[in-house]
C-alpha cells in the first residue's frame, strides 16, 4: 500500500547513505516530503537530488530537501530546525539515525582512549539529545503531535558490544532516552520509538569490518541465518512515521533477525 505517508513532512539524520537514506528514500516514496539531513553536505544534496529525480509522478522538487546539519553541533540544529519552520517544513516525522562508531578505536573498557568515548557521545548520545530537543520544541510549537524515531541498536540490550564499549553505552543511552521521551511527551500526541536493527550490511560497514571471518561469526549468531539490508529496516520505520502506529510510543521495534532473542 503506497501513500502511507502522504501529507507528511520527515527529517531523517544521517540520510546521505546507508540505512539513513535508505529510510529517507522509502519515506518519499510513501509520499512523504523528506528533510535528508547529513553532516556531509554533498552526501546530502545528492541523495536528496536523487530522490527528486525519481520516476514516480508524485514526487516533486519539494518532496525531497538537503539539510546540511552536524548534530553533535547545538547551533547547528538549532539552526537547522529553524530553517524549516521558516520554510513551512516543521517536521511531524523525525528519525534520528545518525551516528558513529569508530572501528579500529573503541574498544573493551580499559582499553578506550577517552579521546574515542568523548567522541562516541558527543555524536552518538548527545547528538541524539540534541536532535530529539529540537525535534520536540518544534512540533510543540507547530501544536504538539508528532512521531520521534530513533536508531538504537543491539548492543545497547545485551552483551553484543562488549568490544566497543562507547559505542555500545552510547546505544543504551539513547534507549533510555526515548523511553523518558515518551513519557514526558504522550499528552502533547508525540511518540517515541527505537528502532534496533541488526548486522546491517551498508557500504561502510563492509569497508570497515566487513571481512568474511567477522561476517561470518556475526551471522552465525543471528537465528534468520543472513545480514540485514538497509531496505530490511524501512518497513517498520514507514509503520512507526505513520498514523498506523497512534497507540505506539515508548516501545523498542528489534529488526536483527532475532539476534537479541537468544
Not at 85 to 109: S, Y
Not at 194 to 201: I, K, Q, R, S
Not at 220 to 241: C, H, K, N, Q
Amino acid at each position: 500500500m503506497a501513500g502511507r505517508l502522504t501529507g507528511k513532512t520527515a527529517l531523517v539524520t544521517g540520510a546521505g547513505s546507508g540505512i539513513g537514506r535508505a529510510i529517507a528514500d522509502r519515506f518519499v516514496a510513501e509520499g512523504a516530503r523528506v528533510v535528508y539531513a547529513d553532516r556531509d553536505a554533498a552526501a546530502a544534496a545528492a541523495a536528496a537530488a536523487a530522490a527528486a529525480a525519481s520516476a514516480s509522478a508524485a514526487v516533486t522538487a519539494d518532496s525531497a530537501i538537503a539539510l546540511t546539519v552536524d548534530i553533535a553541533d547545538e547551533s547547528s540544529v538549532a539552526a537547522g530546525f529553524a530553517a524549516l519552520v521558516a520554510r513551512g517544513a516543521v517536521p511531524d516525522v523525525v528519525v534520528a539515525n545518525a551516528g558513529v562508531q569508530l572501528f579500529g578505536h573503541d574498544a573493551k573498557v580499559a582499553d578506550v582512549a577517552l579521546e574515542t568515548w568523548n567522541r562516541t557521545i558527543a555524536v552518538n548520545l548527545t547528538g541524539t539529545f540534541l536532535t530529539v530537543k529540537h525535534a520536540v520544541r518544534a512540533m510543540l510549537a507547530a501544536g504538539g503531535g508528532g512521531s520521534v524515531i530513533v536508531t538504537g541498536s543491539p548492543t545497547g540490550l545485551n552483551g553484543e558490544g562488549a568490544d566497543f564499549a562507547a559505542y555500545s553505552s552510547t546505544k543504551g543511552g539513547v534507549h533510555a532516552l526515548v523511553r523518558a521521551t515518551a513519557m514526558a511527551y504522550a499528552r502533547d500526541g508525540i511518540r517515541a520509538n527505537t528502532v534496533v536493527p541488526g548486522y546491517t550490511e551498508t557500504a561502510l560497514v563492509q569497508a570497515i569490518s566487513g571481512d568474511p571471518e567477522s561476517r561470518a561469526a556475526i551471522v552465525s549468531r543471528t537465528p534468520l541465518g543472513r545480514a540485514g539490508t538497509p531496505d530490511d529496516v524501512t518497513g517498520i520505520m514507514v509503520y512507526l512515521a505513520s498514523d498506523e502506529s497512534s497507540y505506539a510510543t515508548g516501545a523498542l521495534f528489534r529488526v536483527d533477525g532475532g539476534m537479541t532473542s537468544l
